[in-house]
């Protein structure tokens, strides 16, 4: 396989290097042609070496082959020994495979799929599977030969020499030597008349005649010249016209060379369609069918005998298919067949190139349909083949030739710690030690006091398990154990870890391969069992809550998930161990005599920060008690006896590091630095050579105060904290004032400058004299961005002025999300009680119909989003400053100032929901009554308007109403600031939400409901 590799590249890195040559020929400003790259013979490869490979590999890319790339590769010495006819050989082969790109037919080589190999007939004769299970996707026979050729030009072959029987017609060249008395060369065309002219001959009439006719009686003619001979042949063939009709792909009128029979004029016309036949296509010619042509012949023999040349004129016929029957299974070509007229099931197995010997004669199963009225299965047993050529198959009967189920009879298997695993043949009186001889058969720690023979016990069919001793039968011959074997006897040998865990030691602390797996563990491994460990607890997070709602939908689903979670969090718990495990220590397998210092290079050796003084053991005793047994690591790793010890089974090293003995003495950085974290103490270290480990301050840093944290610890006892003011400025030119020794735990904090870097935008638009979007400065007002925008257009409607904030957003997104909860818990807290406690079936289904409405109803709710819209009202500039609705902008806000919309907008229980033309004449009431008026279920009492400004109010529905704004009575509802009615209104009129039963457990169902519209910005229709 690496011989193959390494081939293979040489084989591209060389045809490489010839495209490079290539294109160092062309002249400078000319462009490369974009040709396929030629597969040069495997002799030139000799050529590259292994030099010259890395060269290549390591200047181009994969894909792609610049010039820059071949110039470097020229460059290289490793090609300066390349020949010139290398060179040239490959631009030979990119000539020819440009000239190949130039032809004017291409058609795209089928292209055979792993798959399709995979099962080839061979290979399908081992396959044994369950009887009957057999594949189905069987299609019609032949089609697909049209599919791929389909479209496919069919011009005049050059290289073909003209039958005798071939009719000329006008349009036809006839090449005419004359020698002798008179030497001359006549390319003649036959005219509209049907004539040529031949010069000192006159015209000739041809058309019509076949070309032996013609010949003969042109040589007649050409005795007027005495003296002269004349050869004649055919040059430039004419086309004709012909007709492809029926039932084919591409049905109409084609003009193709002279030579093409009914096969080219079907590949033309795509081929038959799945209803089109194709054992009687039919050649007709001046109102009579001239011939049938059947092309199973052509398919299944090679027989093109009766695939007629077509004329002028001639119609090629695809009639409806007739009788086709299909074959899935066991035969060579399952596929769908049409039937001629030899319709027994013997013929349609000789389509299908014969049965396979996995085939299972013995039940044919044929489905077939009765009279348009059921359909019925009829078995065969035909187990000799004989019955096949007298069982008359009918139009779509469905033949299945099922798999023979049993497996290889006459064998045993041996499996397990063997040399030679796999299957032997069975013979009579066959035992164990005919399949194992001996123990040179056997693996390395082979368990031989233990052996098992797995045996399909008859005729029950129920397995027995028969144990014997292999030792015994190997190296006592015992008659006993040297069980007699049965066919289908699978003998296991086991190994001794089967049995008995393989001895092992552990080793962790400082050593080399542990720090190198926890550094790539901590990179890659570790984070990779984190990611995996954490998306396990989101899926246990998704199954709680899954758990929550079935608790009150389903009850016998809420103990399937219980047992789900449960399963997840044992899962966890052993991903968490497994991590933990891999990250402790490294696990050698104990052999004889081993000892410590062999366990440490095993290993890796000691890293350099490990103690050379004490190491420990950690022992298992027989009575599970632990001891700990030290040792000095020096004397162990110099060979010391008495201190390089000899290791027993489940031993525990482990490795001190020296900063066990030593504190590892820190300071630490943060703030605005580049790289703020812990760094090493080291002696004499300022404040000056910490900023510069940390990468320096940045721009941002406060140069004038930084804070310096130091500990001190008092008496042993207590820690306490000092904090210390730092000129930058003036540690980092040195002042030993402010650049002082650090201590160990010493914290420096650098401090950033405020709002530094902090970029804060908002966007203007609508009837804005200047909109877009616009960076503004702490504490800038609403009327000053406006002002900076231009100011209003003439054209601006300043009620209608949306203003949109992001801290608003969340916050009624939050309030959307109470109410909605809200709702849940008061609709659905009793609806599982009351399941539960229901008498009568009837009632059951209908709390059932209830809570699946309550929980519809939620499910609407929950999906509205906030707009995050303030209701402000817009003025003059000189108005609005000042004003409370003169704001201090936020980053993120938008303000869009609509044009006037003269329109009032009517939705809820009226009529009809209309959107009607503002008029200052009319009250709401008017509005409501051109809607068509109230609805049924209509709620007078409770009629709302949205204004256009993105508040609500509730419209006044007698003489004096209640204002929530002023707290107080009043004859009108707003007052005398703003109107009623106004453009871009929205009047709603509530529903008698108490039709529905379960809306009657919620008091302030309708003021919820305005309350979530007025957030979400839209006019809720919950009840059509």
């Not at 699978?490 to 552990?506: A, C, R, S």
Request: neutral net charge; aromatic residues 8%.
């Amino acid at each position: 396989m690496v011989f193959l590799k390494r081939f293979l590249c040489s084989l591209i890195i060389l045809d490489l290097i010839f495209s490079a040559a290539v294109y160092s020929q062309q002249p400078a400003g000319t462009t490369s042609p974009q040709v396929i790259m030629p597969l040069v013979q495997p002799r030139s490869t000799q050529q590259l070496t292994p030099q010259q490979q890395k060269a290549v590999q390591e200047t181009i890319q994969p894909k792609e082959l610049t010039p820059e790339a071949i110039e470097t590769l020229k460059a290289k010495p490793e090609f300066q020994g390349l020949k010139p006819e290398d060179i040239l050989k490959g631009k030979e082969e990119l000539r020819k495979k440009e000239a190949q790109k130039k032809e004017p037919q291409k058609f795209p080589e089928k292209q055979v799929t792993y798959e399709e190999e995979a099962k080839s007939l061979f290979a399908r004769y081992r396959i044994i599977g369950k009887y009957q299970d057999i594949p189905m996707d069987i299609k019609p026979f032949g089609y697909e030969f049209f599919r791929d050729a389909a479209g496919k030009v069919i011009t005049d072959r050059k290289d073909v020499p003209v039958p005798s029987e071939y009719v000329v017609g006008t349009g036809d060249e006839v090449n005419i030597l004359l020698w002798g008395r008179v030497n001359a060369q006549y390319n003649l065309i036959v005219d509209r008349n049907g004539n040529i002219t031949i010069p000192h001959v006159g015209p000739i009439q041809v058309a019509g005649m076949t070309f032996e006719k013609m010949a003969t009686h042109l040589i007649q003619q050409s005795g007027q010249i005495v003296g002269t001979n004349i050869n004649v042949t055919m040059g430039a063939l004419k086309s004709i016209p012909i007709f492809v009709l029926g039932d084919v792909r591409m049905p109409g009128a084609y003009t193709i060379g002279s030579f093409a029979t009914i096969t080219d004029a079907l590949l033309i016309a795509g081929g038959p369609t799945d209803i089109g036949t194709m054992r009687n296509i039919e050649l007709r010619r001046k109102d009579k069918v001239v011939t049938t042509f059947d092309l199973y012949e052509l398919l299944l023999r090679g027989d093109k005998s009766k695939d007629r040349m077509l004329q002028a004129g001639d119609i090629v016929f695809v009639p409806v298919t007739e009788q086709i029957v299909g074959i899935a299974g066991n035969v060579k070509r399952p596929a769908i067949y049409e039937l001629n007229d030899k319709k027994n099931l013997q013929n349609l197995f000789e389509l299908a190139g014969g049965i396979i010997p996995t085939a299972y004669t013995q039940q044919i199963q044929i489905e077939r349909i009765v009279k348009n009225e059921r359909q019925i299965v009829i078995d065969i047993n035909d187990k000799d083949l004989t019955k096949a050529k007298d069982f008359i198959l009918q139009d779509g009967d469905l033949i299945k030739v099922f798999p023979i189920v049993e497996k290889s009879m006459n064998v045993i298997y041996l499996n397990g710690n063997v040399k030679m695993s796999g299957r032997y043949e069975y013979k009579a009186g066959m035992r164990v030690k005919d399949v194992i001889k001996d123990s040179t058969g056997l693996l390395k720690e082979t368990y031989l006091d233990y052996a098992l023979i797995k045996r399909l016990g008859l005729p029950t069919l129920e397995i027995e398990l028969i144990p014997f001793n292999l030792g015994m039968v190997i190296f006592d011959n015992d008659k006993e154990n040297n069980i007699e074997l049965v066919s289908q006897d699978q003998i296991y040998i086991f190994p001794k870890q089967f049995f008995k865990d393989e001895p092992y030691v552990t080793i962790e602390g400082e050593v080399r391969k542990l720090a190198l797996n926890k550094a790539t563990q901590n990179k890659a491994e570790s984070i990779e069992k984190r990611i995996k460990i954490e998306d396990m607890r989101l899926k246990l997070n998704d199954l709680k809550l899954k758990a929550n709602e079935l608790s009150v939908k389903d009850p016998s689903a809420y103990g399937k998930t219980i047992l789900e979670i449960e399963k997840m969090e044992l899962s966890i718990e052993e991903a968490r161990t497994e991590a933990e495990k891999s990250s402790r220590g490294i696990e050698i397998p104990l052999i004889q005599n081993y000892r410590v210092k062999d366990a440490i290079l095993e290993a890796g050796d000691l890293t350099k920060d490990a103690s050379f003084k004490k190491g420990e053991i950690i022992r298992v005793a027989k009575g599970k008690e632990y001891k700990t047994i030290y040792f000095d690591v020096a004397k162990a790793m110099a060979g010391d006896p008495s201190e390089n010890l000899i290791l027993q089974n489940e031993d525990r090293i482990i490795i001190h590091s020296v900063w066990e003995e030593v504190y590892r003495k820190i300071v630490s950085i943060d703030g605005s630095v580049a790289k703020p974290g812990d760094y090493q103490l080291t002696e004499h270290m300022t404040i000056k050579d910490l900023i510069f480990k940390a990468g320096n301050v940045f721009e941002s840093a406060y140069m004038d105060e930084a804070e310096l944290t130091s500990q001190f610890l008092e008496k042993g006892k207590t820690v306490t904290l000092e904090h210390k003011k730092i000129n930058l400025k003036k540690a980092l030119q040195g002042d030993p004032e402010h650049n002082i020794f650090l201590r160990p735990y010493d914290r420096l904090t650098v401090k950033k400058l405020q709002d530094w870097g902090v970029e804060k935008f908002v966007n203007m638009s609508g009837e804005i004299v200047f909109p877009g979007k616009y960076k503004i400065k702490k504490g800038e007002k609403l009327s000053s961005i406006i002002e900076r925008a231009g100011g209003y257009k003439e054209s601006s409607y300043l009620r209608g002025a949306v203003f949109v904030r992001n801290s608003v957003k969340e916050l009624q997104q939050k309030s959307l999300e109470e109410m909605v909860l809200r709702l849940e818990r008061e609709l659905l807290a009793e609806s599982s009680v009351q399941v539960s406690t229901s008498l009568s079936q009837e009632e059951v289904q209908a709390r059932k119909i209830e809570l699946e409405s309550k929980q519809k109803f939620v499910e609407s709710m929950r999906k509205l989003k906030a707009t995050g819209r303030m209701t402000i009202r817009l003025a003059h500039l000189r108005l609005l400053k000042g004003s409370e609705y003169d704001m201090e902008l936020e980053d993120g806000d938008s303000l869009f100032i609509p044009v006037k919309n003269n329109v009032v907008n009517v939705s809820g229980a009226v009529m009809a929901h209309s959107s009607l033309v503002y008029s200052d004449k009319l009250d709401w009431k008017d509005y409501i009554e051109m809607s068509g008026s109230y609805s049924r279920y209509a709620d007078k009492d409770n009629v709302y308007v949205l204004k256009v400004d993105g508040s609500a109010r509730k419209l006044p529905t007698g003489m004096v109403n209640w204002n929530s704004f002023k707290t107080r009575w009043e004859m009108t509802a707003f007052g005398e600031e703003i109107k009623e009615i106004e453009a871009g209104d929205a009047i709603i009129v509530s529903e008698k939400l108490e039709r529905i039963a379960w809306l009657r457990e919620i008091k302030d169902i309708t003021q919820i409901i305005m309350q979530m519209a007025v957030t979400a910005g839209m006019v809720l229709v919950l009840f059509p």
